[in-house]
């Protein structure tokens, strides 16, 4: 029960009519969990009212028989392999193809082998990480060419294995696994063995708890991406947060010499108050991989058609991947183990969940203006009216330097 309580929890924000709640708590849990649906929406009552989220009656729920509810889950299971093969199509000529075309990528251990890599090595742009350890299963540290002559000493083997990656402003470049390196002849440099010990004490991170600057950074930044961050929500310390479309005003810095304009949000991520800041940390890249995998979008028809099995795994992957690069501890490990009792995990987006994880770092790196954000990208409306205040403000400045010329 405690695991599907959890799970629960986590839906109640998305699933807050009954018969969404219980045939997405079959499909996670299994038939098993039937008999106690009842009772686990009835705990979650009193929260979803205090949020003033619309429910159903409990009189309603408790007329319910069990066959009526099997049969929703029936026709909810018939309408998801249908769906499937409208998400096959929109995986097609991307990255996430190859988990239709090549099984052992679904599949737990090697899904979460991958994980680690990217999680691990976070000197490499998360994309770039997920593409190199598809093309060469097992690396253990890898750097451009260029350094390894510059760094170790160390030149390419003959018939190297080029493993391609983005660059930024660029079209690609490659980058080579130590196994295709070689000692330069006559040049003074450690074994592979001390090469591999240095580079392990330099990934060594922080003692597990998020730091307060890089918080601050996070969530100063949601603003530019039209999410209004509420923390003031009091709930059990089982309960991180949810995401919603919400209109709330909020303070846009759009230029730095400018006073703030005020503009309605998109967002509302809402966080609970009685979690420690490492917790808040993970339950706002949380809510932003539903952001920014398309979950909920900034523009209708970009919104992306999962399950919500699927899009909590998504997110969650998300969430997890911020951790580990920044040296956060989170139980999302096990977490995501119970999404693949079977050894294969939902079908979902590699590609999307890395492209979450790129953006929410650049949150980290430094403020961002809302010109350069994906709401600005993504939301015409938006784009428009900011245009417009720019606008303003530029011909505001014109005219001053014209009339201190005169």
């Known amino acids: 029960m405690q695991?599907?309580?959890?799970?629960?929890?986590?839906?109640?924000?998305?699933?807050?009519?009954?018969?969404?709640?219980?045939?997405?708590?079959?499909?996670y849990i299994g038939p098993e969990i039937c008999p106690y649906l009842k009772e686990l929406y009835k705990?979650?009552?009193?929260?979803?009212?205090?949020?003033?989220?619309?429910?159903?009656?409990?009189?309603?729920?408790?007329?319910?028989?069990?066959?009526?509810?099997?049969?929703?889950?029936y026709s909810f299971n018939e309408y998801n392999k249908h769906k499937e093969e409208h998400v096959q199509e929109e995986f097609k000529e991307n990255i996430d193809?190859?988990?239709?075309?090549?099984?052992?990528?679904?599949?737990?251990?090697?899904?979460?082998?991958?994980?680690?890599f990217v999680g691990k090595f976070n000197h490499i742009a998360p994309y770039n990480a997920m593409l190199i350890e598809m093309q060469k299963p097992g690396c253990v540290l890898v750097l451009k060419g260029n350094e390894w002559y510059r760094k170790y000493n160390r030149?390419?083997?003959?018939?190297?294995?080029?493993?391609?990656?983005?660059?930024?402003?660029?079209?690609?470049q490659c980058m080579f696994d130590i196994s295709d390196t070689e000692p330069i002849p006559g040049k003074e440099q450690d074994d592979d063995a001390k090469i591999l010990e240095r580079w392990n004490n330099s990934?060594?991170?922080?003692?597990?708890?998020?730091?307060?600057?890089?918080?601050?950074?996070?969530?100063n930044n949601l603003p530019s991406y039209g999410i209004y961050l509420?923390?003031?929500?009091?709930?059990?310390?089982?309960?991180?947060?949810?995401?919603?479309?919400?209109?709330?005003?909020i303070s846009l810095y759009v230029h730095l010499s400018e006073d703030p304009i005020k503009y309605k949000s998109r967002f509302l991520i809402s966080v609970n108050r009685t979690q420690t800041m490492t917790e808040k940390f993970h339950t706002i890249c949380h809510e932003l991989g539903h952001v920014f995998c398309r979950h909920q979008s900034y523009n209708y028809e970009k919104t992306r058609s999962l399950?919500?099995?699927?899009?909590?795994?998504e997110a969650e992957t998300v969430a997890w991947l911020m951790c580990k690069r920044h040296g956060i501890d989170n139980a999302s490990e096990e977490y995501l183990a119970t999404y693949a009792p079977e050894g294969t995990i939902p079908i979902c987006s590699t590609?999307?969940?890395?492209?979450?994880?790129?953006?929410?770092?650049?949150?980290?790196?430094?403020?961002?203006?809302?010109?350069?954000?994906?709401?600005?990208?993504?939301?015409?409306?938006?784009?428009?009216?900011?245009?417009a205040v720019l606008k303003t403000m530029k011909n505001k400045k014109k005219t001053k330097r014209t009339e201190k010329k005169f």
Not at 3 to 27: K, L, Q, S, T
Request: proline residues 2%; contains cysteine.
């Open 43 to 73: 705990e979650l009552s009193q929260m979803l009212f205090t949020r003033a989220i619309r429910q159903d009656d409990q009189e309603y729920v408790e007329s319910l028989s069990e066959d009526e509810i099997m049969s929703w889950y």
């Open 230 to 249: 509420d923390d003031s929500f009091n709930a059990s310390n089982t309960f991180g947060g949810y995401v919603m479309p919400f209109a709330h005003e």
């Open 307 to 313: 399950s919500l099995k699927q899009r909590e795994f």
């Open 155 to 172: 030149q390419l083997k003959p018939n190297a294995q080029r493993l391609i990656t983005l660059r930024q402003f660029g079209p690609v």
């Open 203 to 219: 990934l060594k991170r922080t003692q597990g708890t998020v730091d307060k600057g890089l918080y601050e950074q996070l969530v």
């Open 351 to 387: 590609e999307y969940i890395m492209k979450s994880v790129t953006e929410i770092e650049r949150m980290l790196e430094g403020a961002i203006s809302p010109k350069n954000s994906l709401w600005y990208k993504e939301d015409k409306r938006f784009k428009s009216d900011l245009d």
């Open 97 to 116: 193809e190859l988990q239709f075309l090549v099984k052992e990528f679904r599949e737990k251990d090697e899904f979460q082998k991958m994980l680690d």
């Open 3 to 27: 695991e599907a309580r959890r799970y629960a929890i986590c839906i109640a924000g998305e699933a807050h009519m009954f018969r969404d709640f219980a045939v997405n708590m079959i499909d």
